[in-house]
């Protein structure tokens, strides 16, 4: 198996015969939209091969080190796999790909951002050297007053070193915020800034970071989480 960059004009084909086995037409059309606008600013796709087969793809952006104009590091965030191509042997083969991709940018060092989603590749990053380095938790706000119950949530159940930050909404835009209490914030809701996501940041410092978030996920329900690895 490998991962092979895709020429401009298959990249619209590539999109959609992976995500339409992943996600509604709408969905789809939607995130090709999005991936489009990354590709468009630096980004590449790369396909996985195996044979015939082709279990899906990620988007690998270059990341630059202005004062020495070098690249630094690989970035990954998006990785699309098919439902019934994800396994050990694909998982394994995405994360000694990704530290060969690093080699041929001229770097050593790959960051890989796992989602919820992709938490079933997460083992073979870790078999593969991978050291996990920040964890992020989201929290969607129904409700303005449900800002100090998640805040006080949060030090129940996350470690003493994180941050937390509160994504505030308004008619004219978004704005966030570092937080420990919403007295913080207060004049900002009082002039018509909503609280919409909480967002907590902190260093794993377990070997079982599943467990942990598991954990934490049973006193707060997590809507989404993000675990960065570096490799």
Do not use: H
């Amino acid at each position: 198996m490998e991962l092979i960059k895709v020429e401009d004009d298959r990249i619209q084909n590539i999109l959609q015969s992976t995500l339409k086995t992943l996600f509604s037409e709408e969905e789809t059309n939607d995130l090709i939209e999005g991936l489009l606008l990354e590709l468009e600013e630096g980004s590449q796709l790369y396909m996985l091969e195996d044979g015939d087969q082709k279990p899906g793809f990620l988007i690998l952006t270059p990341l630059m080190d202005e004062d020495e104009n070098v690249i630094e590091m690989v970035s990954v965030e998006d990785i699309f796999i098919k439902p019934n191509k994800k396994d050990s042997n694909i998982a394994d083969a995405l994360a000694k790909e990704m530290k060969k991709l690093a080699k041929e940018y001229g770097t050593k060092q790959t960051e890989v951002i796992i989602s919820q989603g992709n938490s079933w590749i997460s083992e073979a990053l870790v078999e593969n050297g991978y050291i996990s380095s920040e964890v992020k938790l989201e929290k969607l706000l129904p409700r303005t007053n449900n800002l100090d119950d998640v805040l006080e949530l949060i030090q129940d159940c996350t470690p003493i070193d994180r941050i937390v930050q509160v994504l505030l909404e308004k008619e004219d835009g978004f704005r966030a915020e570092f937080v420990d209490t919403s007295d913080e914030i207060s004049d900002l809701i009082d002039e018509g800034w909503e609280p919409v996501m909480v967002v907590v940041t902190y260093e794993p410092d377990t070997a079982s970071i599943e467990d942990q978030i598991e954990n934490s996920n049973r006193l707060i329900n997590w809507d989404d989480y993000s675990i960065v690895y570096y490799g």
